[in-house]
């Protein structure tokens, strides 16, 4: 099987979602629209709460198991 290709091959690119409220997924998860992230972290406390939301919002989209 063939895989379909998402980009038409313009110079502009492809967009998935018009905005911030669209909701979208991958590998069969529910949809979610686009995800908050923590501030930047400054210490190791803030960076490991930064970096656990990133996992989350991975998670959320179905781009990490």
Do not use: E, Y
Request: charged share 10%; hydrophobic share 40%.
């Amino acid at each position: 099987m063939a895989a379909k290709q998402l980009s038409d091959g313009q110079p502009d690119g492809t967009v998935m979602g018009q905005n911030t409220s669209d909701v979208i997924s991958f590998f069969g998860v529910t949809p979610v629209v686009q995800q908050a992230t923590a501030a930047a972290g400054t210490d190791l406390a803030t960076t490991q709460t930064l970096a656990n939301q990133i996992r989350t919002n991975l998670r959320n989209l179905g781009l990490m198991a």
